[in-house]
């Protein structure tokens, strides 16, 4: 079959897939020299768009998974990028079309997810529908892919790119938002946390049914400890946590999913301002201990994505980019028949504390910068440890959202900012969710290198900036350039060589 790229803001402009694997050895550096001793590679993953679902649409959240990965070694760089060959991918490779039909994919508008429940015949059967294009991320010696909901994870070769197959702990997990379809069929968090000394993972599984939320401990040897939230107080969208060196704190916010919404018509999330902010304190080091419920009076504030945890003698004190309601198209925004782009084209965010009285239970909210910022990173040796320095994506306020153009460098003990401009107003491009390298393995929280995907989608090429963090302000050190659009990446993660 044979279809032209479809006119829709998922796939126009920075979201235009780049639908070929490339390889590129050395790639071309055109500013600066590559630091010699970065031994590692930045990891991306992403929805690509392959082509039209069975009912011809093209929503996000059903397009494949690419994976793109950075090689660095010796000052040198390549490139990689191939696609994630979920059991999705590879039946629909086999049929050449797509097999799914998406209770959200026929709306033709915004509600249009690609999350819902998918219409199930003789072939797809025992498919699970997800694809795993959310996060990426280092695991036992090998990068774990996982799309959060509807597939299990699965194993990608840091140096390859291939797809090795469905993580060997994917039998513990729990079902997500659909009925379970297989063997193995369990869903995985997309922004698990984890002990770089101990090599444990800290995730879960969420969903629109009770307990709503299950944990699942994954530990270096490769065994799972899982616990159902019983008390969970209702069907949050739980995309992230923070972790401290006691707690798995896991967020419960009005941002809600549930599958049967698209019976009615809605989009699968839903914006429900009227429940309360919930905090879950899960013991980190006895799973089946007790759990603390921090039942706040915050307004209804969302947090996306976590930035760090510090616990301060007994205050608790969590930073994160803080949303005055979730940047995803909802019916409180829009109508039937209106399209529209994800994200951060829909709300804008700003650095904000929670911070939590361990005493009294109570959480006071606080703003602690003017500058619109999401996309947060974090020194991840130090997950769990608490850390001083964040790395976020930021820029302007524009209409109900926000333009993403600069990097930001937090000192969140000081609370103070750095900034420096990686596009000005004529640039078309994309600047992506960073990731922080350490510049020695032994380096001090924070002290290294911060590289930046940028996709200039205007002119067609790919480009990564590294910048010292001993100074951001001065501009990258270094550039590198892909002859080709890279298309958009949402979450990825450095994965050191060295040790
Ligand atoms: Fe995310």
């Not at 899960?282 to 976590?306: A, C, K, S």
Request: charged share 25%.
């Amino acid at each position: 079959m044979s279809y032209a790229i479809p006119d829709t803001v998922a796939t126009k402009g920075p979201f235009t897939p780049m639908r070929f694997e490339a390889t590129v050895e050395e790639c071309i550096v055109t500013h600066g020299e590559i630091p010699k001793d970065l031994y590692g590679g930045i990891y991306r993953t992403g929805p690509c768009w392959k082509r039209p679902t069975a009912q011809g649409g093209t929503p996000l959240l059903a397009m494949d998974g690419m994976v793109q990965g950075l090689v660095f070694e010796n000052g040198r760089a390549d490139f990689r990028n191939r696609w994630i060959r979920t059991p999705k991918y590879l039946l629909e490779e086999k049929h050449g079309r797509s097999m799914f039909e998406y209770s959200d994919g026929g709306f033709g508008d915004y509600r249009d997810y690609g999350y819902g429940t998918v219409k199930r015949t003789k072939e797809n059967a025992h498919t699970p529908q997800g694809t795993n294009f959310i996060n990426i991320f280092p695991h036992r010696g090998e990068l774990v892919a996982s799309g959060e909901l509807g597939s299990p994870p699965n194993v990608i070769d840091p140096i390859t790119l291939e797809t090795k197959g469905i993580v060997d702990w994917a039998p513990a997990l729990t079902r997500g938002i659909h009925d379970q379809v297989c063997f193995g069929d369990g869903a995985f968090c997309a922004h698990p946390k984890w002990d770089e000394d101990s090599g444990t993972l800290y995730g879960w599984t969420y969903g629109d049914q009770k307990p709503f939320v299950t944990m699942h401990y994954i530990h270096a040897d490769g065994s799972v400890q899982s616990r159902p939230l019983d008390d969970a107080p209702y069907n949050a969208v739980a995309h992230d946590i923070w972790l401290t060196p006691e707690w798995v704190v896991m967020p419960f916010q009005p941002f809600i999913i549930d599958a049967k919404r698209n019976a009615k018509g809605l989009a699968v999330f839903g914006w429900e301002p009227d429940l309360p902010v919930v905090l879950a304190l899960i013991p980190r080091h006895n799973l089946q201990g007790e759990i603390r419920w921090i039942n706040t009076d915050l307004p209804p504030q969302y947090v996306m994505h976590t930035l760090a945890a510090n616990v301060q003698g007994d205050k608790l004190v969590l930073d994160a980019p803080v949303f005055q309601e979730p940047p995803f198209p909802m019916e409180n925004n829009f109508s039937p028949g209106d399209q529209a782009a994800l994200f951060f084209s829909n709300a804008a965010s700003y650095l904000g504390r929670w911070t939590v009285d361990l005493t009294t239970g109570e959480t006071k909210a606080e703003q602690l910068s003017d500058l619109p910022s999401e996309i947060g990173k974090v020194d991840q040796r130090y997950y769990g440890k608490g850390h001083r320095y964040g790395f976020q994506i930021g820029g302007q306020p524009k209409r109900r959202g926000m333009r993403m153009d600069s990097l930001i460098r937090n000192d969140l003990d000081k609370c103070t900012e750095e900034v420096y401009r990686i596009r000005d107003d004529k640039g078309l491009a994309a600047v992506l969710e960073g990731s922080f390298a350490p510049r020695t393995i032994d380096a001090p929280e924070g002290d290294g290198y911060f590289i930046v995907p940028v996709a200039w989608w205007g002119e067609r090429k790919g480009e990564f900036q590294i910048f010292d963090t001993d100074d951001i302000t001065a501009g990258p050190i270094c550039k590198i350039e892909l002859p080709f659009h890279m298309g958009w990446t949402p979450h990825g993660h450095w994965m050191d060589f060295r040790d």
